[in-house]
């Protein structure tokens, strides 16, 4: 079946250090969507990538898209406490919404 | 922007008694929605999605159902819980380009 696998698991850093998760598929991604839930809450929407190789920014978070569409990752600059949750890739297929299964983020001060 | 409206936001329920969550979807019509359980620490496993009224279909067999009755409101339920129903039931609505999710409901089964 379909299957959005996403290391690592877990990532520990110090603030101000970077961090990267990535998203790897066994299929041809339509799209690719990432989402943010902080401990306790719920997923929150960070964008979409639809183009082979595209590169969207937000502040210190850049994502990416591969050139197959096989994969995707988030690099986070310079972390900070408050980007301290789980990171969730997702893709939306024949309308079903898929959820990768996610790298916990843990920034020490 | 949608607002998703579940509830109730915590629940615990004794083993073999019945489950009904819902969800109700403000902002927008004919979204597609879903529901999903979160173990604790763990990624989200889609449970049930609906394009439509009436439309529901199904990802892993289990003693729980959905029920669409209404354009925006999308029901989860079960006749009788197990202790592995535990978990944080996430209700989600998806419309153009991004999904918008409720608070969840943390279920505990005893």
């Known amino acids: 079946g379909q299957q959005v696998m996403q290391i690592p698991q877990y990532q520990h850093v110090q603030e101000g250090e970077d961090f990267t998760t990535y998203c790897n598929s066994s299929t041809t991604l339509s799209n690719i969507q990432w989402y943010k839930q902080r401990p306790g809450g719920h997923p929150v929407f960070l964008i979409q990538l639809v183009k082979s190789g595209e590169v969207k920014k937000q502040k210190r978070l850049t994502f990416q898209f591969g050139e197959a569409k096989k994969n995707s990752s988030l690099h986070i600059t310079a972390t900070q406490t408050t980007d301290v949750g789980t990171y969730f890739c997702a893709e939306v297929n024949t309308d079903k919404l898929i959820f990768g299964t996610g790298t916990r983020l843990q920034v020490f001060p | 922007s949608q607002t998703i409206h579940q509830w109730p936001a915590t629940l615990v329920q004794p083993v073999g008694s019945p489950l009904s969550l819902e969800c109700t979807v403000e902002g927008t019509s004919n979204p597609n929605l879903y529901w999903y359980r979160q173990a604790a620490g763990r990624g989200l496993q889609l449970l049930f999605y609906s394009v439509g009224i009436g439309q529901i279909s199904s990802e892993v067999p289990q003693n729980l159902s959905a029920s669409r009755p209404q354009d925006r409101q999308f029901i989860l339920s079960s006749k009788k819980l197990l202790l592995s129903d535990s978990g944080f039931y996430l209700c989600?609505?998806?419309?153009?380009?991004?999904?918008?999710f409720g608070q969840g409901t943390r279920l505990t089964v005893v």
């Open positions: 989600a609505s998806y419309f153009r380009t991004e999904a918008f």
